[in-house]
């Protein structure tokens, strides 16, 4: 049985249309930056294990860089050039710039994708890695800066600018009403930009 | 890459009959299919894309168990309250697994097919029976810090992957498929081939077969379960031991215990000698480091994995003590 290797395929990315041809090898990530000029995207290590390519599938986060472009067709594609309200930028791509998320910015748009992903999980009450109790009946867990590096450990960053991601991940939570339970007091403590201690 | 063909099934009667074709491989998440595409370690002619297949919901058995479809993601498996509450090991190994993104994506029956991380494995250009049978293994000699302590032979010391399959060990899954004439099932202890001469088959799946579902039969022992992984880093790496654990203690005497070890052999270890062992014994860490210990009688380390050893029968006695108190609360 002989099979066609390409295909004409439709992509709903960040609420546009495009229909273009694709090889059958073509991966989401490369489709994005080598064919639709989408580059806010970033090609790390290509092989799931950085997150610098994560975008949003029908609002759940995933790594482009294993999707292939051709499985994509039909779902709802954001990438980081999505997520901005018009001039308004999204509540995490602010929190980034006000707390200084990043170095250099490599790791920054799959950064800000996972974490208005994640901040949704949470919301959701999906337990993680680092909950105590996975139990439907125990209280569910309130947003800890060690909720944050579990949730965000797919999320690699090469300028080790840590710190400062989970301080703005922490600033974006607390200012999503969604958060249910709310984000634990240490975080608001962390969030608040009094922490800006050693600062002049 | 090879070039492939691509096909969306809507059907599992549809992705049977395409499965047929030996060069056709069903796509799933595709996170590690499409990883040993790009490093030529598969080389299909055709995906069969499974995710718009019905396949994707958790239901309650009539007998209090609970079946799980094979398109399920690792993510939903893990936010399920069923699964939290009846078997919350299941819920933390998969948990313990990837990374949110690959959570998202990855699929139950994926998750169980997915192949070794011996990084000779994925590497064309070095001697690995699993990828070319009768090459030799260049772990054997090389780098295994991470291999099998358990039911490896000099044919292949490779370690299976899955965390969420450890706990579907313990807690006696059977997985369910179909091929194109008719459906089968396979209890997860025995869906994983012993290793023996011939690595390269790993399962006891028909030809062609799709993996549909999982069933996990009833077990108020996993209520009390708990899964605990070690890995290099803290997170968003694969474990180097694990172990999935139920306890039930009555009157400081354990009534019944399932335990499962990850990351020592080419699949999850079910570990029937340290159950028999504990079984009517006192909840104590004495008797679970002997436990353990009837279980590890087996092992064979190489020269640089003999730390597992020691790995996990602190992680038997520290798990079970954990359940021990939880349980006594
Ligand atoms: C960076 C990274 C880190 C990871 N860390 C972990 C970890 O810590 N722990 C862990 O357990 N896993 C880890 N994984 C592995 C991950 O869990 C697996 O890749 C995933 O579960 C595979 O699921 P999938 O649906 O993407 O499978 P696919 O890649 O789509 O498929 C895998 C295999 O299963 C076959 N297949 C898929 N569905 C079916 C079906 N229904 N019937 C028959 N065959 C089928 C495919 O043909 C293929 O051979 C990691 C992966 C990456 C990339
Ligand atoms: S351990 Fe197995 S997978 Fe690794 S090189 Fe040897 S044969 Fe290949
Ligand atoms: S480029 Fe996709 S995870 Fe690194
Ligand atoms: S800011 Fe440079 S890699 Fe993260």
Redesign the interface.
Known sequence: ?????A?VITLNINGEKHTLPV???T?LLDALRERLDLTGTKKGC???QC?AC?VL?DG????SC???A??AEGREITTIEGVADGEQLHPVQQAFLDLDGYQCGFCTPGQIC?AI??IE?HA??????V?A?????AEAAPLTAEEI????????CRCGAYVSIVRAVARAAQADDAQQPPVSDELARLAGSEQKEGVA | ?R??????VFDVPGAVALGA?PEARY?G???NL??L??ASVERP???I?V?ELPLDRIESTDDGGLHIGATVTN?DL??H?EV??RY?AL??AV??G?????R??ATVGGNLLQRTRCAYFTDPARPCNKRNPGSGCAAVKGEHRNHAILGATEHCVAVHPSDMSVALAAFDARVTYETATGPGELPLTEFYLPVGDTPHLETALPPGALITGITLPPAPVAATSRYRKVRER???AFAIGSVAAALDVQEGAVREVRLAFGAVASRPWRARAAERALTGAPATAEAFAAAADAELAAAKALPHNGYKVTLIRNLVVAVLTELTEEAAR
């Open positions: 049985m002989s099979q066609s290797t295909s090889d059958h090898r991966t290509d092989q799931g997150g994560t599938l759940r986060r995933a790594v294993l999707q292939l051709v499985a996972s992903a994640m999980e959701a009450g999906w337990p993680s890695a909950t109790d996975v139990r439907p009946e590096r579990e949730r965000m450990s797919g999320n690699l | 890459m070039e492939f063909g691509y096909q969306r074709d796509l998440g595709g996170t499409v990883d595409m790009k002619a055709l995906l894309d995710r993510s893990a936010a309250p939290r509450r919350p819920a933390q948990l313990a990837a990374s949110g993104q690959l998202n994506m803290a997170s968003y």
